[in-house]
């Protein structure tokens, strides 16, 4: 959602000495919200019961640290870049929102994962008995 909040306020943009920083925002923000939407459209219809629930947690973890990664990067070169004129400055600021968000849930996906991975990891034992038995027993 935070994603097309600053997808619509970048859009009523009229103007850019730097348009470089904009069009890359653009790109970005528009990208970002529509590959959230698919993978919500993923988990909400049957597909998800027709595809390996195992793969599309990892896109979906590989999508969400991608998405907030070049997000958070488009955002500080469209602050760097920007006119400072309202529109923009709402932009940036959804756009920054947007990236922490992708990332925190990229944070909580990763602590998730490593608690599951803890769990199901045997306890090591220890072998009292020698490793190897000479041969001349």
Same mark, same amino acid.
């Given at each position: 959602l935070l994603s097309l909040l600053a997808f619509i306020c970048e859009e009523v943009v009229s103007q850019c000495t730097l348009c470089g920083g904009l069009y890359f925002f653009e790109f970005v923000s528009c990208s970002a919200f529509l590959l959230?939407?698919? /993978?919500? /459209? @993923?988990y909400c219809t049957p597909v998800y019961d027709r595809v390996d629930a195992v793969k599309v947690k990892s896109s979906d973890f590989y999508i969400t640290l991608g998405t907030g990664c070049v997000f958070l990067l488009a955002s500080i070169i469209f602050v760097s870049?920007?006119?400072?004129?309202?529109?923009?400055?709402?932009?940036? @600021?959804?756009?920054?929102?947007?990236?922490?968000?992708?990332?925190?849930?990229?944070?909580?996906m990763f602590w998730e994962k490593q608690q599951e991975s803890q769990t199901r990891k045997p306890e090591a034992t220890r072998r009292t008995e020698a490793l190897t038995e000479p041969l001349n027993a």
């Open positions: 959230s939407l698919l /993978i919500l /459209i @993923v870049t920007h006119d400072r004129t309202p529109a923009e400055t709402a932009a940036t @600021v959804f756009g920054f929102l947007a990236s922490f968000m992708f990332l925190s849930d990229f944070a909580s």
